[in-house]
């Protein structure tokens, strides 16, 4: 181990290689100040710093921020994370991730890292990644679409922002990266999310309209190099030009999903112009006045940046200058002409480069809706007729081809449970069961296929969207089908207890001060101790009255003899960790996975308490 891992030796070797092109690449570009030039290079062969974001919609964050606060105060000056000003509840250490817990300074930090990432306390993301969901102006109660969304650091930040009264439908065309997504927002235990598996140019809402739409677009990503070394190595003049077009097809099919007034942000992590501004100028050409770029520059007064360009370069693979389009090159990767480039304002645009503030490199664009845009109309499918057996004229339509790399897609679609045959019946023996009030919505539970074996919970908004689209999952899941029925048919997920503590009744809450609550994070508590007569065995609601966690509500089990609570691993390791709490020998009750998906292991348990 060595103290200062800045001063390492070795590390920045892999860094070195380059593609010669890259560099002469930006050099001819312009998008770089001459004075700055050798900085941005040698920058740009240095890792990339480690930053994270706190959730600040956790029911933990008061403890959370308490906590690191206490952790940064005894890291010694030079070593010390600092914020940006543009960028809330946001950390960066100015030393590159894998380097940390190699860094006798960080040791409390870097266990903190690990188990309130875990837990979506906190979420690692890039700090200039951060921007285009900033910079998208999200309210409260906002309906927003993230059309590229996965692995979804930034969907993470417009869930928080718009609150369970708003909804976030976050789409990706690649199936493994949309369970990824899932995985990401589960964390947040979030009913306002509806995830999708679609194409962007075959995403439909039957007429739903957005206030606020993300198109953070798949790029050459030659901004993140800096932990990204393949893009470095692997840079070719040429890349940009295929996702340009890409990047117009998508943006051309998703800007009916946004409401007039509405706004939306482009945006991508490459520094490229033909990426960049090239798409945005073609998008304010075809749109005219139903789009209006907004001058983003003012908007974070902290932000260093370095605004758009209406002027660039055009290479060809033999690295010439071209003047015209030709079959690789797109009539619309080329510059506007200078009428043009007086309307358009690229200007007004952002890119950050990585040595402004030692982040990666990022481009963001941000648009106001001012009337109604149309989609391209649906490129014809090639077709093949053929006379038939029988002298019938057949018509072989040929299927879409699949992007390489793509999984198909298999979405499934969610269903009220009031729809389902025995929806009524069923909701009717779990609000029997937990007491629920009659304000209780209902009609927000939502099933997927006929067995109704889990019960989401979605947000009014998100249930507006979730009829008619096919979706990887929506909502959180509120309700879970025991196999054993011994104790009420359906136990508690944690992800929907904070929503259902509004409206559980009495009967199945347990109401428990913040010491007896530290308690039962260690050990499983006798029931005597509590001041409740107990409705029987099976899940309840455990709601904490005070101290820095109340009002917080979680899952607990009630057998014959012990109270335990039933979090899963990962949230009872970060709380633990939180409120210093160690971990029992013997293994517990509660520290089953939440899933119990294994019924056996809690009958099992059970039974040594009888
Ligand atoms: C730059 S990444 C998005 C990163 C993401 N916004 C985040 O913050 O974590 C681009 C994403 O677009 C997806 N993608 C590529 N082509 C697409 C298309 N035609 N429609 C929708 N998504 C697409 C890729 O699978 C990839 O996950």
């Given at each position: 181990m060595y103290s200062?891992?800045?001063?390492?030796?070795?590390?920045?070797?892999?860094?070195e290689q380059?593609?010669?092109?890259?560099?002469?690449?930006?050099?001819a570009q312009?998008i770089?100040?001459?004075?700055e030039?050798?900085?941005?290079?040698?920058?740009?062969?240095?890792?990339?710093?480690?930053?994270?974001?706190?959730?600040?919609?956790?029911?933990?964050?008061?403890?959370?921020?308490?906590?690191?606060?206490?952790i940064?105060?005894?890291?010694p000056?030079e070593?010390?994370?600092?914020?940006?000003?543009?960028?809330?509840?946001?950390?960066q250490?100015?030393v590159?991730?894998?380097?940390?817990?190699?860094?006798?300074?960080?040791?409390?930090?870097?266990?903190?890292?690990?188990?309130m990432?875990?837990?979506g306390?906190?979420?690692?993301?890039?700090?200039?990644s951060?921007?285009?969901a900033?910079?998208?102006?999200?309210?409260?109660?906002?309906?927003?679409?993230?059309i590229c969304?996965?692995?979804?650091?930034k969907t993470?930040?417009?869930?928080?922002m718009?609150?369970?009264?708003?909804?976030v439908?976050?789409?990706?065309?690649?199936?493994?990266?949309?369970?990824?997504?899932?995985?990401?927002?589960?964390?947040?235990?979030?009913?306002?999310?509806?995830?999708?598996?679609?194409?962007?140019?075959?995403?439909s809402?039957?007429?739903?309209?957005?206030?606020?739409?993300?198109?953070?677009v798949?790029?050459t990503?030659?901004?993140t190099i800096?932990?990204?070394?393949d893009?470095?190595?692997?840079?070719?003049v040429?890349n940009?030009?295929?996702?340009?077009?890409?990047?117009?097809?998508?943006?051309?099919?998703?800007l009916c999903?946004?409401?007039?007034?509405g706004?939306f942000?482009?945006s991508?992590?490459?520094l490229?112009?033909?990426?960049?501004?090239?798409?945005?100028a073609?998008?304010?050409?075809?749109y005219?006045?139903?789009?209006?770029l907004?001058?983003?520059?003012?908007?974070?007064?902290?932000?260093?940046?370095?605004?758009?360009?209406?002027?660039?370069?055009?290479?060809?693979?033999?690295?010439t200058v071209?003047?015209?389009?030709?079959d690789?090159i797109?009539i619309?990767?080329?510059?506007?002409?200078?009428?043009?480039?007086?309307?358009f304002?690229?200007?007004?645009?952002?890119?950050?480069?990585?040595h402004?503030?030692?982040?990666?490199?990022?481009?963001?664009?941000?648009?106001i809706k001012?009337?109604e845009?149309l989609?391209?109309?649906?490129k014809?499918?090639?077709?093949?007729?053929?006379?038939?057996?029988?002298?019938?004229e057949?018509?072989?339509?040929?299927?879409?081809?699949?992007?390489?790399?793509m999984?198909p897609?298999?979405e499934?679609?969610?269903?009220p449970?009031?729809?389902?045959?025995?929806?009524?019946?069923?909701?009717?023996?779990?609000?029997k069961?937990?007491?629920?009030?009659?304000?209780f919505?209902k009609?927000?539970?939502?099933?997927?296929?006929?067995?109704?074996?889990?019960?989401?919970?979605?947000s009014?908004t998100?249930?507006?969207?979730?009829?008619d689209?096919?979706?990887?999952?929506g909502?959180?899941?509120?309700?879970?089908?025991?196999?054993?029925?011994?104790?009420?048919?359906?136990?508690?997920?944690?992800?929907?207890?904070?929503?259902l503590?509004?409206?559980?009744?009495?009967?199945?809450?347990?109401?428990?001060?913040?010491?007896?609550?530290m308690?039962?994070?260690?050990?499983?508590v006798?029931?005597?101790?509590?001041?409740?007569?107990?409705?029987?065995?099976?899940?309840?609601?455990?709601?904490?009255v005070?101290?820095?966690?109340?009002?917080?509500?979680?899952?607990?089990?009630?057998?014959?003899v012990?109270l335990?609570?039933?979090?899963?691993?990962?949230?009872?390791?970060?709380?633990?960790?939180?409120f210093?709490?160690?971990?029992?020998?013997k293994?517990?009750h509660?520290?089953?996975d939440?899933?119990?998906?294994d019924?056996?292991?809690?009958?099992k348990?059970?039974?040594?308490?009888?």
């Amino acid at each position: 181990m060595y103290s200062n891992p800045m001063q390492h030796p070795q590390r920045f070797n892999k860094y070195e290689q380059s593609s010669p092109y890259y560099e002469k690449y930006y050099k001819a570009q312009g998008i770089i100040n001459p004075e700055e030039e050798e900085q941005f290079m040698k920058v740009m062969k240095t890792p990339l710093p480690t930053s994270f974001r706190l959730t600040k919609s956790s029911e933990t964050f008061p403890k959370v921020n308490e906590v690191i606060n206490k952790i940064i105060s005894e890291i010694p000056d030079e070593y010390r994370p600092h914020t940006f000003g543009w960028c809330p509840n946001t950390y960066q250490l100015e030393v590159e991730r894998k380097q940390i817990r190699k860094c006798e300074q960080y040791n409390a930090l870097h266990k903190f890292m690990i188990l309130m990432n875990e837990s979506g306390e906190i979420s690692r993301q890039e700090v200039v990644s951060m921007l285009p969901a900033i910079l998208l102006d999200v309210h409260e109660g906002s309906s927003v679409l993230d059309i590229c969304a996965a692995p979804g650091s930034k969907t993470s930040q417009l869930v928080e922002m718009v609150g369970p009264t708003g909804c976030v439908v976050a789409n990706d065309a690649d199936k493994q990266r949309s369970y990824l997504l899932t995985h990401q927002t589960k964390r947040l235990s979030a009913p306002h999310i509806v995830i999708t598996n679609y194409r962007a140019q075959e995403l439909s809402f039957n007429g739903f309209q957005f206030d606020r739409m993300l198109c953070d677009v798949p790029c050459t990503g030659d901004g993140t190099i800096r932990k990204n070394v393949d893009a470095r190595t692997k840079w070719h003049v040429m890349n940009a030009y295929t996702l340009h077009r890409e990047q117009l097809d998508i943006m051309k099919h998703v800007l009916c999903h946004v409401k007039v007034g509405g706004k939306f942000v482009y945006s991508t992590c490459s520094l490229n112009p033909i990426e960049d501004e090239a798409v945005v100028a073609e998008l304010l050409r075809t749109y005219g006045d139903s789009i209006e770029l907004i001058d983003a520059r003012p908007l974070l007064p902290t932000l260093k940046f370095s605004e758009g360009v209406s002027e660039w370069k055009v290479f060809d693979k033999h690295f010439t200058v071209m003047k015209d389009k030709n079959d690789n090159i797109p009539i619309t990767a080329f510059p506007p002409k200078p009428e043009e480039a007086a309307k358009f304002h690229l200007e007004y645009t952002l890119r950050i480069l990585p040595h402004q503030q030692n982040t990666g490199g990022f481009f963001t664009a941000v648009f106001i809706k001012k009337g109604e845009t149309l989609a391209p109309p649906p490129k014809q499918k090639k077709e093949k007729k053929y006379i038939g057996e029988n002298g019938e004229e057949v018509i072989e339509k040929h299927p879409t081809k699949r992007r390489r790399g793509m999984a198909p897609l298999d979405e499934q679609e969610l269903k009220p449970l009031l729809s389902t045959p025995e929806g009524e019946k069923l909701f009717e023996s779990i609000k029997k069961f937990y007491t629920l009030s009659d304000s209780f919505p209902k009609d927000q539970l939502y099933v997927v296929g006929e067995d109704c074996l889990t019960i989401h919970y979605l947000s009014k908004t998100s249930t507006l969207l979730a009829h008619d689209i096919k979706v990887i999952s929506g909502g959180v899941k509120m309700f879970k089908r025991h196999k054993s029925e011994l104790v009420g048919a359906y136990r508690i997920v944690s992800e929907g207890v904070v929503t259902l503590g509004e409206y559980i009744g009495q009967d199945r809450c347990i109401e428990v001060g913040h010491e007896m609550f530290m308690k039962l994070l260690g050990e499983d508590v006798l029931l005597s101790e509590f001041k409740k007569e107990f409705k029987g065995n099976g899940c309840y609601l455990v709601k904490v009255v005070d101290g820095i966690l109340k009002g917080n509500c979680y899952c607990g089990w009630v057998g014959r003899v012990y109270l335990s609570m039933l979090i899963n691993k990962q949230d009872l390791d970060a709380l633990r960790f939180l409120f210093n709490i160690s971990a029992p020998e013997k293994k517990l009750h509660r520290e089953i996975d939440d899933c119990l998906d294994d019924d056996q292991k809690l009958k099992k348990e059970e039974n040594k308490e009888n």
